[in-house]
């Protein structure tokens, strides 16, 4: 109890020690590839004054959601078909080893070379590389529904929609949270990559541009804050989201 | 109101090993009676009421019922969707038609006025029984099948639960088949109670109960086990 009441003071506690850790190295080995947190902080400030940071994320962000609702539909989509159709699952297995282990990079020139540098080729290729990731893990979640509940939509002549809403989903409900985990933080990162190869906008793309100019501080100050943004979804979208679907198992703790 | 006829249900394991749980099983239910099924344990009691249930269908034989008669069941657990409300988990079982019915005669009834808005896991397993009954009622089913819906519970609770399913069952008459392994449960709450043989089950003797649920004392009940006890004693070829 007492080291849950401390937990916020102690992640204060953890970034304080971050922060004056790297000021300490900067002033040790004062390089310019190095820059202070002071410094970061300023070339955000810059880039916010600018407007160019809020276009930049804006754009970034834009990708990720769409690349993530797109792998979440289709990879749920057929995950659940492979857990629920061996047959199926014998099939389509060989393609999705073959998609698990191929780079990202390699979907990514793909799709720009077949489709063009646009928008499309872009997102894509980052679902592309997620969807197999999804696949794998509601397939997981399908095969763990529990007959029981089967049985019962089918005494009381559950509709397809009544049964998928109400029986399966629920059930998935762990399995939607995990891909949806490791989704958005594999996504994002992705992202950056395709922006860096071929869009031009989007913090990938910014970073590749301060790259060539050798600026690690506006470099950083990009990172930072589309880390920040990522962490007010999780926070302010995901958490919540999560909290009201499981209510039903905080009740079951609490009993 | 069911006439049914297992010709056989044979099960094949995955060694290749066959078991036979039902050979020549014959009974009909009349329309707003209750039939009690006892039997050994593992005789083939619940592979039965799966059958008509319709959750098992590799039986040769048949199953007659009425094309679009309304079937509604209350498992050895409670079965109730633990993402969903009691009040919700009664809801769903109902056609859209009747989503909106009003349930608080039926759940004053049942004593479940205030859980209405719980979820299964607040609720003891007494309630949560309750609950299952209530959601098997509330569809008006034609029949109702029971699968030991009050094992596992202590005396007390099952002695309420029986008294509370036959107040429900005769403001809400309709067809009931239950499985049971506690005899006296078979005396207090059947019209009818039929015996299966040892596996592969078979109807092995019926009992014929004339007098009124509500008019048994004690006596009566004890009559009743005792003719059941002797119905059940009888072996296999001397009921032939």
Redesign the interface.
Known sequence: MQSNQRGPQIAALSIVTLLVLWSALTFLISDKTLPSPMEVASAIATEWQSGELLFHLGATLLRVIAAFIIAMFIGSCIGILLGMDANVNRFVEPWLILLLNLPALVIIVLAYIWFGLNEAAAIGAVAINKIPNVVITLREGARSLDL??A??A?????SWW?RLR??VL?QL?PFFAAATRSGVSLIWKIVLVVELLGRSNGVGFQIYLYFQLFDVATILAYSFAFVAVMLLVEYLILQPIERRST???A??A?? | MLDLNIVSRVFTAADGSRLEAVKNLQFQLKPHTFTCIVGPSGCGKTSTLRMILGLDTGFEGHINMGAEATVSAVFQEPRLLPWRTVEQNVRLALPKSKTNMLLDDLFEQLGLIPVRSFYPSELSLGLARRAAIARAFALAPELLILDEPFVSLDDYTAERLRKILLDVWQAHPTTALMVTHNIREAAELADTVLVFSERPASVLNTVTIDVPQKLRDDETIDNIVRQVRAAMSVTRTASV
């Open positions: 029981a509940y049985e019962l089918r005494v009381y002549r559950f009544k109400h029986v629920p409900q209510r039903w198992r009740s079951n609490r009993s």
